[in-house]
């Protein structure tokens, strides 16, 4: 009998149906990546596995019980499509693992600015729902009780660097109106497949391609010049330059996510065998 074989179909059969949060025991109370893997190389790969699974090594009778209740709560929230049971629970480098199950209602989020200083404002707010985009311009739509509405119909949200500059920048100029849900910022989760440098650096290495030519030569410091320009003249092409900008950011975001994610999640049921 083929064991290695046997043990990888076993794998497959318990890491594919929903995605890697099934997979996942991190955001238990006291289980950190080692303990994680103490669980996994005991061939225990799913919630399911564990709660079947009568005594698992490194883990008391008494908590084992505890844990089971935890995760039958998770898997009731996990089907109630209730993400933000796990956004405080899971570190925010893991939330990646939500990504699958979630990304019929995942959002790609990214802001443009004035710039860096503290008197600067946001310009731009882009969203992408997998299918359209809305761009809220301020001068034209951006209105935060709108963009607050619109942000609560999502389950998760995706980002570039957006843990260090788009929400701290979102919550510091306009207070609390980011609902509590999971988020994949895809700048640290490239990272560790080894797609490293900015946004634009790693749609070039991955051949994600602009279709706009003179979008494709610029950078995050043009869109504040052309708000400028445009705010100056009135000339609705810089407006225009600008909105093509901030879509492609958060079409391109999806498509970097999806990578990151079976990447990632690749690399993860690697590291069981």
């Known amino acids: 009998m083929d064991t290695g074989h046997a043990r990888i179909e076993d794998i497959n059969q318990q890491a594919f149906c929903f995605g890697m ?23 225990i790969y799913s919630w399911e596995a564990f709660l079947t699974t009568k005594r698992v090594k490194g883990i ?17 929230q996990l089907f109630s499509s209730n993400s933000s049971y796990f956004a405080s629970a899971m570190p925010l480098s893991e939330q990646w ?40 311009v301020r001068g034209i739509n951006l209105d935060y009780a709108a963009l607050r509405n619109e942000l609560l119909k999502y389950k998760i ?9 788009d929400v701290p920048f979102i919550r510091k100029r306009y207070g609390n109106i980011l609902p509590d849900i999971p988020h994949f910022d895809l700048r ?22 602009r279709a706009n030519e003179i979008v494709r030569q610029m950078y995050g410091g043009d869109a504040a010049l052309l708000h400028r320009m445009w705010r100056g003249s009135g000339n609705e092409h810089y407006l225009q330059l600008l909105v093509d900008y901030n879509e492609e950011d958060v079409v391109n975001l999806r498509k970097i996510a999806e990578h990151t994610y079976k990447s990632l999640k690749d690399k993860l049921i690697n590291s069981w065998n």
């Open 188 to 209: 640290f989760c490239c990272q560790r497949i080894g797609l490293s440098g900015g946004l634009k650096q790693i749609e070039n290495k991955l051949g994600i391609w």
């Open 157 to 165: 949200t995706v980002t570039f660097n957006g843990s260090v500059f």
């Open 21 to 43: 949060i099934q997979n996942s025991f991190i955001f238990l109370d006291r289980i950190g990546k080692e303990k994680e893997r103490q669980i996994w190389s005991q061939g």
């Open 60 to 76: 008391s009778p008494k908590s084992k019980a505890y844990y089971d209740r935890k995760l039958m709560e998770a898997r009731k």
């Open 97 to 136: 693992r939500l990504y699958e199950f979630f990304r019929e209602d995942a959002v790609y989020l990214d802001i443009e600015t004035d710039g860096l200083n503290e008197t600067d404002d946001i310009t731009v707010v882009g969203l992408f729902d997998g299918l359209d985009t809305k761009t809220m």
